[in-house]
């Protein structure tokens, strides 16, 4: 029975605002650009390319709608196949449905939880060889955890085929120093609500290409032909950013570093207090890589520890405390039964393992140091107490 008269609700994220929005929502509205156009939209996709180091970023309604885009852009149309890292957020891969194209997933490797380099050349080397190579490779970073991006990359190049990269979770992080989102032809961001900095809904699609990103715009904006008349040769979208949201983006870029700083102190803490449970291992941080730490992952050997996950889950749920299991691989969705997977090991699946043992705790930026207090003690006696149960049994 969840308490909720004594404890309150301890949120997975939730937005953190940092005081500045108004300012700039304000600012929009004493000029009357209440549009998916405007100053706050130019500035924010300034501010954008310049934190991420690439030429051209377009502000759009949503990390999905960048996807969409990405793929419209390299040409993606049925019948095509794209490649997907399959542990991930399904709008990952519902764009790729939307132009009736197939995906095929690859598995993760754990190093990163993210795309598995041997996984993506067997299904790459596969795909030559019957003649058809992808339009693209959807490569993911999970919680903020850049993927294997020189592996990767390498990969793409040998066979020419486009990479995507999903940065959706991982603003603020970096492989090797240069900034997540600015590998591959196409990187996006997403700032839905519970992201690192949100807009309360909205996405960025970025690019060294700047011509793509012109392009980008053009289609976002239902495809407009520059005539007075409303003319159309293409079909568009209707994808842009308000300029009231991009006005909080703006604020919310602001302290990104400050967020970035939170959610690492707060992943620490969790491995400070609980790496002392032999059956808990958390997510790994790949050298040369630096992770915002979006969510703070974990998984609990269901052999040592007695309990699942899901037992976990439940138990933290009564406690108003909201965990989540880790994101079920895109191959085990009913929405993509019959579609190729390709996995890391011969015999086994890294990501249908980390599915089953994987838990992201409460890891808001907002979320005070007394309530972390609450959860690691919670996790500390639930354990304690299923372990005395066992030695007892
Ligand atoms: C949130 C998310 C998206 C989509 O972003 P929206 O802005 O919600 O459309 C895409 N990919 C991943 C991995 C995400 O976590």
Not at 172 to 186: A, C, N, R
Not at 326 to 346: A, D, G, I, R
């Amino acid at each position: 029975m969840v308490n909720t008269a004594v404890q309150k609700r301890i949120y997975l994220s939730s937005p953190h605002m940092s005081g500045n929005e108004q300012k700039y929502i304000n600012e929009a509205f004493e000029t009357n650009w209440i549009a998916p156009l405007g100053p706050n939209v130019d500035a924010f996709e300034k501010e954008i390319a310049a934190y991420t180091g690439v030429n051209e970023a377009a502000a759009v309604s949503s990390g999905t709608a960048a996807i969409h885009l990405a793929l419209s852009l390299l040409g993606v149309e049925k019948g095509d196949t794209v490649f997907c890292s399959t542990l991930t957020f399904i709008a990952s891969a519902n764009p790729i449905l939307y132009l009736g194209a197939e995906p095929v997933f690859i598995d993760s490797e754990p190093e990163t939880w993210n795309m598995s380099p041997i996984a993506l050349e067997k299904a790459l080397r596969e795909a030559d060889s019957n003649g058809k190579l992808p339009k693209a490779v959807i490569v993911v970073n999970l919680y903020g955890q850049s993927a294997k991006m020189d592996e990767l990359t390498a990969l793409c190049e040998q066979y020419d085929v486009p990479m995507i990269e999903d940065a959706a979770e991982s603003l603020g992080s970096s492989y090797k120093g240069k900034p997540s989102g600015s590998f591959g032809q196409f990187g996006i961001f997403s700032f839905n609500g519970n992201k690192i900095i949100t807009t309360s809904g909205g996405g960025m699609l970025v690019s060294n290409d700047a011509a793509s990103i012109h392009k980008a715009r053009f289609l976002a904006t239902q495809a407009r032909d520059p005539a007075p008349h409303y003319q159309h040769s293409k079909v568009g979208y209707n994808y842009r950013m308000s300029n009231v949201l991009a006005g909080i983006g703006r604020a919310q870029l602001k302290v990104l570093e400050e967020r970035v700083e939170a959610r690492r102190a707060i992943f620490e803490r969790y491995q400070l207090e609980l790496s002392g449970i032999p059956c808990i291992q958390f997510m790994p941080e790949l050298n040369g890589t630096y992770s915002n730490r979006w969510l703070t992952a974990m998984t609990i050997d269901e052999k040592e520890a007695v309990i699942s996950v899901n037992q976990l889950i439940e138990f933290l749920a009564a406690e108003n405390i909201e965990a989540r299991p880790v994101w079920k691989p895109l191959h085990m969705q009913p929405l993509f039964k019959t579609v190729k997977y390709y996995s890391h090991y011969e015999n086994e699946s890294v990501s249908e393992e980390l599915f089953a043992n994987g838990i992201c705790l409460p890891s808001g930026s907002n979320m005070e140091e007394l309530d972390q207090t609450r959860v690691i003690n919670r996790i500390k006696n639930f354990m304690t107490v299923k372990e005395v149960e066992r030695r007892i049994v």
